[in-house]
Every structure is written in structure tokens, then in C-alpha cells.
């Protein structure tokens, strides 16, 4: 009794690894046909199909995004709107697909551009060192630098970086502030996003943030939620990019496609219209 | 914006409510299948059982969230990359995960089955070995003692236990935004990140709490009336 029982149960474990293993195996959708998965998968495997090709047969380009304003944010009608938004549906247009934002958690995004579950990151991401060795990143758009960002009623003792030296600073974890922070030797925490970083600073947590220019300009401008905290000081320049798969030649085309938009003046139209400033 | 506010939590907490219903339903059944294998005397179950609760014991629930969701992808890229043309590469360079919410299921069914197989396993190591001596005296099979003597006294000594995993199964469903799952955390954190309103977080936790109350007082009924069982 006692031996048929663990056969049994041997028996139903083993189903449910091999269960779990189909389910992985399968592309997702349950109405797709066994023969539909197997060409599926074999197309998914042709050693040396392009990502272009391969966005361009599913007929979309999966664009992963946060809430970031200006370049990616929702309107009143929930619809993505933002230089990046705008720009990104500019390159699908000439790409003849369709755009799906994905709203990603941002510590993820290697992994949610790896597993293809998304194509590109496009949302104002500021070109590292080290995202480029997980990603390929198209030449950059838009010139960002990254501010220090205080109370008003303190930014007038601090007009010099030696001066920043004592305070306690909030970043965004893995950021370009993060790296200038390190730089200059700051006493720094890590957040998930810059906006935890300059809500510490509006709480008291923090002495000051350092985060990107465009977001420091939208939050604290006359009427924004944080027109309490000014930028003080510019620690460096930088650029935003594009990042796409390793080894993409989709990169190589949103640059081909962003060398046609600026010579037609599309995107400084949408410069002017979110007040950034162009990489030409 | 109150009334904004709390729509948009209320969206997020059905989809809470959704993973946690989803995830009792399956993980319940599946842990005593687990629980079965760990006490098995066939060694290579039990040895099974006890390395997969191992590892699902061992490794945070948010890695867990990540293999599920992106494991498939990534290990299928690597595959792919190789380029060898069989049909066993072929399919593991094909393999392809679940979306987003079917992957958190997963995780989270397979997770929790873990914690109450042990839970389970506990209620029925607690039971006296002279109460199946009995059953056998009285000519009862083993699976006639085990669903008409132990069980239902299984069932009333994993209560509280029960009720402390299923009240913690509640709160960890805000671990589903680590791969962009829409819960109730993640809206009341847009209000953060978008308009720096901080109340909306707080008033999440009003939502758990109330729904954990419901909880308490479901667990507290059962107890009280498996109270006939008292020895």
C-alpha cells in the first residue's frame, strides 16, 4: 500500500516537473497549436536572424519605460505621451511596426531587454559604462547633466562642490548621480528611483539628491510638486541613449532613422516642445 | 483625489486579491502532495522533496520571481548562441516563459506549497502513532485511518501556523512589482514617483490590514470550531 502510494506520488511529481518544463516550453498563448510552437521555436533559433527582423515579423516594438517626466509619462486619456514617447513612435513609423510601452521595474532592465520581453530601453537613460556592456546603446539624442538639488531656503551656502562635502546626499541606485557621487567622495544612500531620491530631500532624509537635469527642471519648476528645492550646482554633462539587445542591429537603424528625423526637424520640434536640449 | 486614489488602489488590490486566491487554490493541494514525498520511506522522493523545499526554503521569493519570469528567455538565449542545429538545443533555445502574471503565480504556488508542506508534515507527525495501532485493531485500512482518524486533527493543530503563512502569502504579493506585476504597492507608488503624494502608501496598508482582519477572525471561527477535538 505504502509503496504503490509513493509510486504514485513519484509519478506526480515527476508530471509536474515535466509540466512546468512544457508550460516553459510553450510560447505563452494557449490556443497556439502544437505545430505553431515547434516553427515558432525554430524561428526563434535561426542561428543568425537579425532583432530587426525578428521585431519586424511580430510587427511591434516592445518599448520598456517608467514614468518619467518629460520623456515618458501618461496623458489624461492614460496614453503614453514624452519626448521619448513621441520620438519612439517617429522610429517605429519608419520601422513599419507597431509601438507597445511596457511600463518595467527599472532595476530590471537588462534582464527584461535580454529576455526579450521587451526590445528596447527608452526612457531617458542616461549612457553609462557600465550599461554598455549589457546593452547596445545608439548614439545620443539628448544632452542631461546631473544637478544637485536642495532646499531653496539652504541653496545659497552651498555654491561650490567643496561646499557639498558634509551633506548627505540621496541617489537613484546604480545612477550616473551615483557615480558623480562617488566621484567627489559624498556620503550618498541608494534608492530604487531618483524620484525616492528627491523625496528624501523633501522629507528631510537627505540633505540634497543628485539627479538627471530634466527631471530636476520638470520637478521643481513654479507649480511642480517640489517647488519648495532648487538645483544648486551641475556636477557633469552627459546623454541619454537608447539601449537595445547586445549584438542588435536595431541599434545601428534607430540611428540611421534619428539621422532622417533630425535633418526633416521632427525632433527638434519635439525638443522645443519638452524644452530639452538636442545632441546633434 | 481621494476618490482617484482610491480606485486606483482598489484596481491594484484586486489583482493582489487575484494572486492570492490563485495561489491558495493551488498551493494548498500541492504542499501535501510535498509533505506526502518528504515523509515517504521510497528514499529517492523523499530525498526529492526535501531538496526542492531546500531550495525554494533557501532562496529569496524575489530571486524566485526573476528565474521564473526571465530564466526561460535567458537560458534559451544561451542555447541559441551555441548554434548547434539538434533538436533537443533547438527547443531549449526555443523555450519561451510565461507573462507576467501567469510567472508570479508560479513562483508564488510553488513557493508557498513548500512552507505548508512543512507545516503539514508537522500536524501529521504530531498525531500519537497509537491512533493508527488503534485504526489497525479495529481492522480500518491506512488511507481509512488517515482520512476518517488523522486528517481532521490534522487540520485543527495547522490552523494557527496555517494562518501565519497565509496572513505573510498576503503582504509578499507586493513582491509581484519586482517583475512589473500592477499590485496595489506598485499603483500607490505611482503617486510618489508622479506627484510626490506620500498618503497614498500609507492608505495601501489600510487595505492589507482590513483584508488580514477579515483573515483573523476566518482563522479565529475555524479554530473555535474544531474545538470538539480537544484531547
Avoid at chain 1, 559624498?186 to 539627479?211: M, R
Avoid at chain 1, 536595431?250 to 533630425?262: A, M, Q, S
Amino acid at each position: 500500500m505504502k509503496k504503490t502510494l509513493s509510486v504514485i506520488l513519484a509519478a506526480l511529481l515527476a508530471l509536474g516537473c515535466v509540466f512546468m518544463l512544457a508550460s516553459c516550453g510553450s510560447t505563452g498563448e494557449e490556443t497556439t497549436a502544437p505545430a505553431d510552437d515547434t516553427t515558432a521555436a525554430s524561428e526563434e533559433t535561426t542561428v543568425g536572424e537579425s532583432d530587426l527582423a525578428y521585431i519586424q515579423n511580430k510587427g511591434k516594438l516592445v518599448v520598456g519605460v517608467t514614468e518619467y517626466k518629460p520623456m515618458d509619462y501618461l496623458d489624461e486619456n492614460g496614453e503614453w505621451t514624452g519626448f521619448d514617447a513621441e520620438y519612439a513612435r517617429a522610429v517605429a513609423k519608419e520601422l513599419g511596426v507597431e509601438v507597445e510601452f511596457i511600463e518595467i521595474e527599472w532595476d530590471n532592465k537588462e534582464f527584461e531587454v535580454e529576455s526579450k520581453k521587451i526590445d528596447c530601453v527608452w526612457n531617458g537613460m542616461t549612457i553609462t559604462d557600465a550599461l554598455k556592456k549589457s546593452m547596445d546603446i545608439t548614439d545620443p539624442y539628448v544632452k542631461n547633466a546631473q544637478v544637485v538639488v536642495m532646499p531653496k531656503d539652504k541653496a545659497q551656502d552651498y555654491t561650490t562642490v567643496e561646499s557639498l562635502k558634509d551633506l548627505s546626499f540621496a541617489v537613484e541606485v546604480e545612477s550616473a548621480g551615483k557615480g558623480v557621487a562617488e566621484e567627489n567622495g559624498f556620503n550618498f544612500t541608494e534608492l530604487t528611483y531618483q524620484s525616492d531620491a528627491i523625496l528624501e530631500v523633501h522629507t528631510g532624509k537627505a540633505d540634497a539628491c543628485i539627479i538627471d537635469l530634466t527631471m530636476a527642471d520638470a520637478l521643481t519648476a513654479e507649480g511642480a510638486t517640489y517647488e519648495n528645492l532648487t538645483k544648486v550646482l551641475s556636477l557633469n554633462e552627459e546623454e541619454y541613449g537608447i539601449g537595445c539587445r547586445k549584438g542588435s542591429d536595431l541599434c545601428t537603424k534607430i540611428n540611421e532613422i534619428t539621422d532622417k528625423l533630425l535633418a526633416d526637424g521632427t525632433l527638434d520640434a519635439l525638443a522645443a516642445k519638452y524644452e530639452l536640449t538636442l545632441v546633434k | 483625489m481621494f476618490w482617484t486614489v482610491t480606485l486606483s488602489l482598489l484596481e491594484g488590490f484586486m489583482t493582489t486579491l487575484e494572486l492570492f486566491a490563485l495561489t491558495l487554490l493551488f498551493a494548498i493541494p500541492l504542499g501535501l502532495i510535498i509533505a506526502f514525498g518528504s515523509m515517504s520511506k521510497f528514499m529517492p522522493l523523499k530525498w526529492l522533496s526535501k531538496t526542492v523545499v531546500w531550495i525554494i526554503r533557501g532562496t529569496p521569493l524575489m530571486l524566485q520571481l526573476i528565474v521564473v519570469f526571465y530564466g526561460p528567455e535567458l537560458i534559451g538565449g544561451w542555447f541559441g548562441e551555441l548554434g548547434i542545429d539538434n533538436p533537443i538545443f533547438n527547443w531549449l533555445a526555443g523555450m519561451k516563459g510565461l507573462d507576467r502574471f501567469p510567472s508570479v503565480l508560479l513562483a508564488f504556488v510553488i513557493n508557498y506549497a513548500c512552507y505548508f508542506s512543512e507545516i503539514y508534515r508537522g500536524g501529521i507527525e504530531s498525531i500519537p502513532k497509537g491512533q493508527l495501532e488503534a485504526c489497525q485493531v479495529l481492522g480500518m485500512t491506512k488511507s481509512q485511518a488517515f482520512f476518517r482518524v488523522v486528517l481532521l486533527q490534522v487540520v485543527k493543530r495547522i490552523v494557527p501556523p496555517m494562518g501565519n503563512e497565509i496572513i505573510t502569502l498576503v503582504k509578499d504579493t507586493s513582491l509581484a512589482r519586482t517583475i512589473a506585476v500592477y499590485e496595489i504597492i506598485w499603483n500607490a507608488q505611482k503617486f510618489i514617483k508622479n506627484g510626490g503624494l506620500l498618503w497614498p502608501l500609507i492608505y495601501a496598508g489600510a487595505f492589507y490590514l482590513i483584508f488580514n482582519g477579515l483573515l483573523t477572525i476566518i482563522f479565529a471561527k475555524l479554530e473555535k470550531k474544531m474545538d470538539y477535538f480537544k484531547a
